[in-house]
Protein backbone atom coordinates (compact mmCIF):
# COMPACT_ATOMS: atom_id res chain seq x y z
CA UNK A 1 0.00 0.00 0.00
CA UNK A 2 1.67 3.28 -1.12
CA UNK A 3 0.57 6.84 0.17
CA UNK A 4 2.34 10.03 -1.83
CA UNK A 5 2.07 13.75 -1.29
CA UNK A 6 3.42 16.66 -2.64
CA UNK A 7 5.93 19.43 -0.98
CA UNK A 8 6.04 22.99 -0.54
CA UNK A 9 8.96 23.31 -2.65
CA UNK A 10 8.87 22.88 -6.73
CA UNK A 11 9.65 18.74 -7.45
CA UNK A 12 9.05 18.15 -4.13
CA UNK A 13 7.11 14.75 -2.66
CA UNK A 14 6.93 12.65 -0.15
CA UNK A 15 5.62 9.04 0.36
CA UNK A 16 4.76 6.34 2.71
CA UNK A 17 4.31 2.38 2.00
CA UNK A 18 3.76 -0.60 3.42
CA UNK A 19 4.75 -4.18 1.37
CA UNK A 20 4.59 -7.31 2.13
CA UNK A 21 7.35 -9.65 0.77
CA UNK A 22 8.39 -13.82 0.59
CA UNK A 23 11.47 -14.11 2.97
CA UNK A 24 13.89 -17.01 2.62
CA UNK A 25 14.76 -18.18 6.30
CA UNK A 26 17.75 -16.49 8.18
CA UNK A 27 18.93 -17.81 11.97
CA UNK A 28 20.79 -14.86 13.43
CA UNK A 29 20.48 -11.46 12.68
CA UNK A 30 23.63 -11.02 10.25
CA UNK A 31 22.10 -12.97 7.97
CA UNK A 32 18.93 -11.05 8.38
CA UNK A 33 20.02 -8.06 8.06
CA UNK A 34 22.48 -9.83 4.74
CA UNK A 35 18.92 -10.65 3.83
CA UNK A 36 17.49 -7.06 3.45
CA UNK A 37 20.76 -5.74 2.27
CA UNK A 38 20.65 -8.11 -1.02
CA UNK A 39 16.90 -7.47 -1.57
CA UNK A 40 17.53 -3.30 -0.98
CA UNK A 41 20.45 -3.60 -3.75
CA UNK A 42 18.47 -5.91 -6.18
CA UNK A 43 16.02 -3.25 -6.09
CA UNK A 44 17.76 -0.23 -6.66
CA UNK A 45 18.67 0.60 -10.60
CA UNK A 46 22.39 1.49 -10.46
CA UNK A 47 21.71 3.09 -14.28
CA UNK A 48 19.78 5.85 -12.68
CA UNK A 49 20.36 5.58 -8.97
CA UNK A 50 23.77 6.80 -7.59
CA UNK A 51 24.14 6.35 -4.06
CA UNK A 52 25.27 8.53 -1.80
CA UNK A 53 24.84 6.59 1.43
CA UNK A 54 23.08 3.97 2.83
CA UNK A 55 23.10 2.11 6.02
CA UNK A 56 21.51 -1.52 7.46
CA UNK A 57 21.04 -1.99 11.38
CA UNK A 58 19.61 -4.75 12.67
CA UNK A 59 16.88 -3.76 15.78
CA UNK A 60 15.73 -5.00 18.63
CA UNK A 61 12.49 -2.55 18.62
CA UNK A 62 9.99 -5.40 18.04
CA UNK A 63 9.78 -8.13 19.08
CA UNK A 64 10.79 -9.82 15.76
CA UNK A 65 13.69 -9.67 13.71
CA UNK A 66 14.00 -5.86 12.05
CA UNK A 67 16.50 -4.14 10.32
CA UNK A 68 16.92 -0.19 10.10
CA UNK A 69 17.47 1.00 6.48
CA UNK A 70 18.44 4.63 5.97
CA UNK A 71 19.60 5.96 2.16
CA UNK A 72 20.27 8.81 -0.09
CA UNK A 73 20.94 8.53 -3.57
CA UNK A 74 20.83 10.81 -6.45
CA UNK A 75 17.84 9.85 -8.93
CA UNK A 76 19.32 10.74 -12.50
CA UNK A 77 16.06 10.46 -14.55
CA UNK A 78 12.89 11.14 -12.55
CA UNK A 79 10.02 10.65 -14.15
CA UNK A 80 8.57 13.83 -15.96
CA UNK A 81 11.42 15.94 -15.16
CA UNK A 82 14.99 16.70 -16.48
CA UNK A 83 18.02 16.98 -14.32
CA UNK A 84 18.60 15.04 -10.71
CA UNK A 85 16.60 14.75 -7.23
CA UNK A 86 17.69 13.55 -4.39
CA UNK A 87 15.90 10.68 -3.02
CA UNK A 88 15.85 10.09 0.81
CA UNK A 89 14.75 6.85 2.84
CA UNK A 90 13.86 5.71 6.06
CA UNK A 91 12.39 2.22 6.48
CA UNK A 92 12.16 -0.33 8.96
CA UNK A 93 12.34 -4.04 7.57
CA UNK A 94 11.16 -6.87 9.41
CA UNK A 95 9.72 -10.82 9.48
CA UNK A 96 6.23 -10.96 9.85
CA UNK A 97 5.74 -11.77 13.38
CA UNK A 98 3.04 -14.72 12.36
CA UNK A 99 3.86 -15.29 8.97
CA UNK A 100 7.84 -16.43 9.30
CA UNK A 101 7.86 -17.00 5.33
CA UNK A 102 7.12 -13.25 5.09
CA UNK A 103 8.29 -10.01 5.26
CA UNK A 104 6.79 -6.82 5.85
CA UNK A 105 8.71 -2.73 5.35
CA UNK A 106 7.24 -0.06 6.83
CA UNK A 107 8.69 3.03 4.36
CA UNK A 108 8.73 6.43 4.37
CA UNK A 109 10.50 9.05 1.60
CA UNK A 110 11.22 12.66 0.52
CA UNK A 111 12.19 13.38 -3.42
CA UNK A 112 13.36 17.06 -3.81
CA UNK A 113 16.22 19.08 -4.92
CA UNK A 114 17.78 19.03 -1.80
CA UNK A 115 17.41 17.31 1.60
CA UNK A 116 14.50 17.43 4.12
CA UNK A 117 15.77 18.76 7.71
CA UNK A 118 12.65 16.79 9.52
CA UNK A 119 12.64 13.50 7.44
CA UNK A 120 13.80 11.50 10.03
CA UNK A 121 11.25 12.44 12.98
CA UNK A 122 8.27 12.31 10.30
CA UNK A 123 9.53 8.51 9.21
CA UNK A 124 9.83 8.07 12.81
CA UNK A 125 6.05 8.94 13.73
CA UNK A 126 5.43 7.04 10.58
CA UNK A 127 6.53 3.68 11.54
CA UNK A 128 6.36 3.65 14.87
CA UNK A 129 2.29 4.12 14.46
CA UNK A 130 2.52 1.22 11.83
CA UNK A 131 2.08 -2.01 13.83
CA UNK A 132 1.80 -5.63 12.91
CA UNK A 133 -0.04 -7.81 15.13
CA UNK A 134 1.99 -10.46 16.54
CA UNK A 135 -1.18 -12.99 16.21
CA UNK A 136 -3.89 -13.32 13.81
CA UNK A 137 -7.30 -12.13 15.68
CA UNK A 138 -9.40 -15.56 15.25
CA UNK A 139 -12.97 -13.53 15.09
CA UNK A 140 -11.65 -11.46 11.81
CA UNK A 141 -9.84 -14.87 10.30
CA UNK A 142 -13.42 -16.41 10.67
CA UNK A 143 -15.24 -13.23 9.60
CA UNK A 144 -12.55 -13.30 6.25
CA UNK A 145 -13.28 -17.27 5.84
CA UNK A 146 -17.05 -16.78 6.40
CA UNK A 147 -17.47 -14.29 3.67
CA UNK A 148 -14.89 -15.63 1.38
CA UNK A 149 -17.23 -18.66 1.58
CA UNK A 150 -20.44 -16.91 0.84
CA UNK A 151 -19.44 -15.97 -2.72
CA UNK A 152 -20.44 -16.86 -5.55
Excluded: W
Excluded at 5 to 10: E, H, L, P
Excluded at 55 to 65: A, D, H, K, L, T
Excluded at 70 to 76: K, L, Q, Y
Excluded at 101 to 124: D, M
Amino acid sequence: MSFARRGQAANESFGAQVLMFNLAPSNTPEEFEALMRAAAQKDTDPTRFNTRQTSFIYSNERSYPCVRYHSVVEDTAPQGLKGTLLLEVEGLYCRHPARQATGFAVIYSHRGEKLHSTLRSEAESFIKGTQVPEMPNPAVQGTLRDKAAQRP
